[in-house]
Nanobody, 114 residues
């Protein structure tokens, strides 16, 4: 069974940075495409970025050039480095595979506000 534990969120001022982490278990991490999603207040969950097992990446236009996804296969962990944060980045951030089933972690709250 997939288990996902996100961490690293917090309150940051506009223009600031955060690094999110997600520890995954119950999957063969090294051959799994991993992704970050987010749900902003009052909105549906949306895809933010994907990194494939072969290290190809995709970014939503809204975060391109500001966010970077990376992974450590030895630690079964995926990261999201977020720079130049904007108030519209405020959301709960989740990690999952690129084809999520019904299992999600608790997410980590990111709030960008002055």
């Amino acid at each position: 069974q997939v288990q996902l534990v996100e961490s690293g969120g917090g309150l940051v001022q506009p223009g600031g940075s955060l690094r999110l982490s997600c520890a995954a278990s119950g999957i063969i991490f090294s051959i799994t495409n991993m992704a970050w999603y987010r749900r902003a207040p009052g909105k549906e969950r949306e895809l933010v970025t994907i990194q494939t097992a072969t290290y190809n990446t995709y970014y939503a236009d809204s975060v391109k050039g500001r966010f970077t996804i990376s992974r450590d296969n030895a630690k079964n962990t995926v990261y999201l480095n977020m720079n130049s944060l904007k108030p519209e980045d405020t959301a709960i951030y989740y990690c999952n595979t690129d084809r999520p089933g019904g299992t999600w972690g608790q997410g980590t709250q990111v709030t960008v506000s002055s």
